[in-house]
């Protein structure tokens, strides 16, 4: 009669003590991480790389932002969130509203308002963007306030493990068909392009670019200290529970909907910061970008990397970013293939991702040894 | 009125009676053992007081209502359980699972921060459940026995007036039994205890009061010796040994 659900994602021995080891460590231990991340990401990277180059791996850190809210969101709290899509693109779209705003100058409709909206003054809803101050804090705060409510409802009716993904997916799909109807106010399938300014500064100017780049990085940076802290936390350990005994922490007193809801919000807040510095790094957004298929590539990187790791998830995002850029400069057919088994290889064969590659190739030789 | 107090209580699934209208009363500082046939209710009984089963009628404990509140409200009244498969959270330690146990009134603040130190109660029970030698350890790896006191020591931190038991002592060594005997004793001082159990040897040494219930129902209460005396009783655990033979 009694019915405890939820077995532990993981079971495997190797995933176990990968966690243990890749998980938040002690305090220097982590800060000689940052340090490294710090010296690679802004001495480094700026010297070795070209403009071009630059500019990509920016792309590809605002992807990585994402992915520390999937691992916190799934690899600690065991949601898996096939639809940061749409909490990428309301940050995405909230900044690109405000550049394109700030383009076409006071008192101006953007430029594809005036081709396809025939519109004579700015929709009510744009007008806020206007602000500046408005439209960064609605990056972050605009998925928040959606994740809430959403989270509270999907949460407290203990709707979870494959029914969570596949509605987080149906809403994703919901959100890039609605913005491709509204082509008048919002640019349709083409969203919002060529966008020129970020804040007074011309994105044309490689210097500038360069300066995003930065931006981009320190906020990694910041978004990484603040999973570092959420993990090795109280909260952290409890949302941990929360993964493995759902039922169980309910007898402890603990709402477990309320703790769930934590991670979701917080991984909302992540992807829109992403999806904002994804505008200026990228110069576009639009539906194809925040649908379900990058909305599946968000995870994939996460699989990749290793969910329940600090780094892991970030590092895997940078990693299939990278490939795919690689890959389909060569071989532009053959990506979606090795996509897919990068997706299947980690969760077969590696569970913890390749942030458990190296326990796992110490478990295998010390078999050896001892044959 | 203090201690667990049950009035009719019935519950349903699908039509099948699992527990048809139950009383039973629990004075506070019992270590009240539940026994009966498999199926005869017993989980029920506890999954119903815990808010886990839907059930109509009446639990109260320490005077206030639990039936119509949630699971973790009815935690928070102090109402605390144990499962017949042990359900700690394997992959924390067992100071993590102390910590968590004995947390759920913490505020914001203090979960967003590091745990700095062992709380003192924590302490306390994992010398009370002698596992201060492998608190690090990831509860997964502890032995079955181990996992059971590791639950037992989770109530305690919850800060639980009254512990459910579900076969608490399933699969231990006669030694482990036997110490956790004694813990049950201990606690009755200043807790309420309720035991599911099939093991008789283990009824008749540590048993204060007993209840036996057969298809739902209670079929008689008292002291060890006026329960194994009832010839109902016997029929009924006669008659299923003689099944379990057969089969």
């Given at each position: 009669m009694t019915t405890l659900q939820d077995p532990p994602i993981a079971p495997s021995a190797a995933g176990r003590s990968a966690r243990r080891r890749f998980g938040p460590g002690t305090g220097s231990r982590a800060a000689a991480g940052f340090a490294v991340a710090a010296v690679v990401l802004f001495a480094v990277a700026p010297v070795v790389l070209g403009d071009f180059r630059l500019g990509l791996l920016a792309k590809y850190l605002c992807l990585a932002i994402v992915a520390v809210g999937i691992g916190l969101a799934w690899g600690r709290g065991g949601m898996l969130t096939l639809g940061q899509g749409v909490f990428f693109g309301l940050g995405g779209y909230a900044m690109a509203m405000h550049l394109k705003l700030?383009?076409?100058?006071?008192?101006?409709?953007?430029?594809?308002?005036?081709?396809?909206?025939?519109?004579?003054?700015?929709?009510?809803?744009?007008?806020?963007?206007?602000?500046?101050?408005?439209?960064?804090?609605?990056?972050?705060?605009?998925?928040?306030?959606?994740?809430?409510?959403?989270?509270?409802l999907i949460f407290?009716?203990?709707?979870?493990?494959?029914?969570?993904?596949?509605?987080?997916?149906?809403?994703?799909?919901?959100?890039?068909?609605?913005?491709?109807?509204?082509?008048?106010?919002?640019?349709?399938?083409?969203?919002?392009?060529?966008?020129?300014?970020?804040?007074?500064?011309?994105?044309?100017?490689?210097?500038n670019r360069r300066m995003i780049y930065f931006i981009v990085a320190a906020v990694l940076l910041a978004v990484l200290g603040v999973a570092w802290q959420l993990m090795r936390s109280r909260y952290g350990e409890l949302l941990v529970a929360v993964r493995d005994g759902e039922e169980r922490v309910r007898f402890?007193?603990?709402?477990?909907?309320?703790?769930?809801?934590?991670?979701?919000?917080?991984?909302?807040?992540?992807?829109?910061?992403?999806?904002?510095?994804?505008?200026?790094?990228?110069?576009?957004?639009?539906?194809?970008?925040?649908?379900?298929?990058p909305s599946i590539e968000f995870v994939i990187g996460v699989a990749v990397g290793g969910r329940a790791s600090l780094v892991g998830p970030a590092l895997g995002a940078i990693a299939v970013a990278w490939a795919r850029t690689a890959l389909s400069e060569r071989l532009p057919s053959a990506w979606t293939y090795f996509e897919g088994l990068l997706f299947i290889l980690p969760v077969v064969f590696l569970p913890g991702g390749l942030a458990s590659l190296t326990v796992f190739l110490r478990r295998r030789s010390g078999k050896k040894a001892s044959a | 009125m203090s201690g667990l107090v049950v009035r009719d209580l019935k519950v349903v699934f699908d039509g099948f009676v699992a527990v048809g209208g139950v009383d039973l009363d629990v004075p506070a500082g019992d270590v009240r053992f539940v026994i009966g046939p498999n199926g005869a209710g017993k989980t029920t009984l506890i999954d119903a007081i815990t808010g886990l089963a839907r059930a109509s009628g009446s639990v109260t404990f320490d005077g206030r209502e639990l039936l119509g509140r949630k699971v973790h409200k009815i935690a928070r009244l102090g109402v605390g359980r144990t499962f017949q498969n042990s359900t700690v959270f394997e992959e924390l330690t067992v100071l993590q699972n102390l910590d968590i146990?004995?947390?759920?009134?913490?505020?914001?603040?203090?979960?967003?921060?590091?745990?700095?130190?062992?709380?003192?109660?924590?302490?306390?029970?994992?010398e009370t459940i002698r596992l201060t030698a492998v608190r690090d350890q990831p509860a997964g790896t502890l032995p079955h026995g181990q996992k059971q006191w590791l639950e037992i020591g989770m109530l305690l931190v919850q800060d639980?007036?009254?512990?459910?038991?579900?076969?608490?002592?399933?699969?231990?060594?006669?030694?482990?039994?036997?110490?956790?005997?004694?813990?049950?004793?201990?606690?009755?001082?200043?807790?309420?205890?309720?035991?599911?159990?099939?093991?008789?040897?283990f009824l008749r040494r540590f048993a204060r009061t007993v209840t036996v219930m057969h298809a739902g129902g209670i079929l008689s209460e008292g002291t060890v010796a006026e329960v194994q005396a009832d010839p109902r009783v016997q029929e009924v655990y006669l008659g299923h040994a003689v099944q379990a033979q057969e089969a």
């Open positions: 700030a383009d076409a100058g006071p008192g101006q409709l953007p430029d594809f308002m005036q081709l396809y909206g025939q519109l004579d003054a700015l929709p009510w809803w744009w007008r806020p963007f206007t602000s500046p101050a408005f439209a960064l804090a609605a990056t972050v705060l605009l998925p928040m306030l959606v994740a809430l409510p959403l989270g509270l407290r009716r203990r709707v979870r493990g494959a029914y969570f993904a596949i509605l987080s997916q149906a809403l994703c799909a919901a959100f890039a068909i609605f913005l491709i109807g509204q082509q008048g106010t919002t640019g349709g399938t083409n969203g919002l392009t060529d966008i020129q300014g970020f804040f007074g500064y011309d994105l044309n100017d490689p210097i402890l007193g603990y709402d477990p909907a309320n703790v769930k809801l934590v991670a979701y919000v917080v991984a909302a807040g992540m992807a829109g910061l992403a999806g904002a510095l994804f505008v200026p790094a990228v110069g576009i957004i639009s539906p194809a970008m925040i649908g379900v298929v | 146990a004995a947390g759920w009134n913490r505020g914001p603040l203090t979960l967003l921060r590091r745990r700095s130190s062992v709380p003192p109660e924590v302490q306390r029970a994992l639980a007036k009254l512990f459910l038991l579900d076969e608490p002592v399933a699969g231990m060594s006669q030694e482990e039994r036997d110490a956790t005997g004694e813990l049950l004793g201990e606690l009755s001082k200043t807790h309420t205890v309720v035991v599911i159990e099939h093991d008789m040897d």
